[in-house]
């Protein structure tokens, strides 16, 4: 997916409007939230529509609560990206540890056995690959497979899931903030907030990288993102021998 044309004066306002409004909204929500929750320990004593007025409301904050920290990552991510936190991550056991502590079933792994090295932010990669696997929880059945290769001076990272894949006129605007494809209707309290996949997006794109959908082989969806392995190859050129040996990776990245 291209990274979309930017107005820099007015979407500085925007950054700074959307982080001011998070920041506010998260002392008032934490009351109701907190209200709610002393509420639900009195369900029983409740007549049933107080019952189902107070799902709805745990339900709503619940939804309210992601939707506030996803535009306080998305304040993060529009930040000034200097490198500083960047280092050499072997793409392979961040998979590896994703999928370990992801809530849903977990896929089938496809991982090259050489380190597959790119100078990045871990953390940033960490919510790539949470939020493609959270992802394909939602819409797609459940991610089946996850894969990551090199080829060609590219790492590529791919998320298959079991769903009925995404209409090719989707396939771009699923990326975009807000957007929830077909399923932009949906209020119920897994239906997400449309921030997941443009907070992926946002960080690949920092990586220097691309992220795209597409039919999978087989039917359902595949998710891909890339990020150029020469970023790493170049570091690893600058470093002492035993620095440079997978497992010992953990230099800073200074762009």
Same mark, same amino acid.
């Given at each position: 997916?291209? +990274?979309? $044309? ?20 998260? *002392? ?23 019952? @189902? $007025? ?6 709503? %904050? ?6 506030? %920290? ?19 991550? =072997? ?5 590896? *540890? ?8 977990? #896929? ?6 050489? #380190? ?5 932010? +871990?953390?940033?990669?960490? +919510?790539?690959?949470?939020?493609? %696997? ?6 797609? &059945? ?14 590529? /990272?791919?998320? =298959?899931?079991? &769903?009925?894949?995404? #209409? ?8 975009? !903030?807000?957007?929830?494809? %077909?399923? $932009?209707?949906? !209020?119920?309290?897994d239906s997400g907030?449309? /921030? &997941? ?12 990288? !691309? ?6 082989p087989g039917g ?6 890339? *990020?150029? @392995? ?11 021998? +035993?620095?440079?040996?997978? &497992? ?8």
């Amino acid at each position: 997916m291209p +990274r979309p $044309a930017r107005f820099p004066a007015v979407e500085l306002r925007v950054r700074r409007f959307v982080a001011d409004v998070s920041h506010e909204l998260r *002392s008032p929500l934490t009351t109701m939230t907190t209200v709610a929750e002393v509420l639900e320990r009195r369900r029983d004593a409740m007549p049933a529509p107080a019952q @189902k $007025a107070l799902q709805l409301l745990l339900a709503e %904050l619940h939804r309210f609560r992601g939707m506030v %920290l996803d535009l306080l990552e998305i304040a993060a991510v529009d930040q000034a990206d200097n490198g500083e936190e960047r280092e050499l991550v =072997d793409l392979g056991p961040l998979v590896r *540890s994703g999928v370990a502590s992801s809530p849903a079933p977990h #896929p089938t792994l496809d991982l090259a056995p050489e #380190p597959l090295l790119v100078a990045a932010d +871990r953390r940033r990669l960490d +919510r790539v690959l949470a939020n493609l %696997l959270d992802n394909a929880a939602r819409y797609g &059945g459940g991610a089946v497979r996850v894969a990551a290769h090199a080829r060609n001076g590219v790492v590529r /990272l791919e998320v =298959d899931d079991a &769903g009925e894949g995404v #209409p090719a006129e989707l396939r771009e605007r699923i990326f975009e !903030r807000f957007s929830r494809g %077909l399923h $932009a209707g949906r !209020r119920d309290p897994d239906s997400g907030t449309g /921030l &997941g996949l443009a907070i992926v997006a946002d960080h690949v794109y920092r990586h220097d990288g !691309r992220v795209w959908a597409e039919a999978r082989p087989g039917g359902g969806a595949r998710s891909s993102w890339n *990020s150029p @392995k020469r970023a790493a190859d170049a570091v690893l050129s600058r470093l002492p021998d +035993r620095a440079a040996r997978p &497992g010992n990776c953990r230099c800073r990245v200074r762009s």
